[in-house]
């Protein structure tokens, strides 16, 4: 059986010489790893990072690991791919996602919530420094935590004060908060350690050293 579907790159990985296992996020299907068959002609940037996608999947009655054929890009998202800083954030939230969530896992609403958060990143022109810790506090969300100031308290440690008004204001308005890089980086620390708790899992971001020079 095939359908054609639409999905979020969150990782792919290398299997055997001409293939690759791409790993997805799916209304559907939600957290899933595909069989994707590529060769010399085939762009790898396709793949990146957070890329929305529309392929043909066929079932495997005799295995877990589908394949996915017909692949194109649904958006070229050209707002992210020219910016060095949107693009290493997007690199950091694929690898939160992909390190999150456990295969099959499909929370109500979540994939509608993170191709707004892409598209939302695309779009806007300035003032986004604070973007992935707004991404943080809304994953939470997402997955059906509660990210209330008394919920986060014990993980915010001496930052409860820069991190209050991200619990208290529009997303605009977040984006506009004056933060110096250290403190932004101890923001997103303390933010994924709460995550880790809740979510039950150790979440090792590599991408995070990225960032941190980024906004040093």
Not at 7 to 25: D, M, Q
Not at 56 to 70: H, I, M, Q, Y
Not at 140 to 160: K, M, Q, V
Not at 187 to 197: A, F, G, R, T
């Amino acid at each position: 059986m095939t359908t054609s579907i639409e999905v979020i790159v969150l990782n792919h990985t290398k299997f055997g010489e001409n293939s690759i296992v791409l790993h997805t996020l799916s209304q559907e299907h939600g957290r899933r790893g595909f069989l994707v068959r590529v060769g010399k002609k085939t762009s790898m940037a396709l793949f990146l990072p957070l890329n929305i996608l529309e392929m043909d999947v066929t079932e495997n009655p005799k295995s877990s690991l589908w394949t996915a054929r017909n692949i194109m890009a649904k958006d070229s998202l050209n707002g992210i791919r020219g910016n060095l800083h949107k693009n290493t954030m997007t690199l950091f939230m694929s690898e939160v996602l992909y390190r999150t969530l456990k295969d099959g896992t499909n929370e109500d609403g979540l994939y509608e919530w993170c191709v707004r958060s892409i598209l939302t990143l695309n779009e806007i022109q300035s003032d986004f420094s604070n973007f992935h810790i707004r991404f943080l506090l809304e994953l939470a969300g997402a997955l059906g935590f509660s990210p209330t100031f008394e919920d986060i308290a014990p993980f915010a440690g001496r930052h409860l004060k820069e991190l209050r008004p991200f619990l208290e204001c529009s997303f605009s308005e977040s984006m506009l908060l004056p933060l110096q890089g250290a403190v932004r980086n101890a923001l997103c620390e303390d933010l994924l350690k709460y995550i880790e708790y809740h979510a039950e899992t150790t979440i090792a971001v590599k991408s995070l050293a990225i960032l941190r020079d980024l906004y040093a």
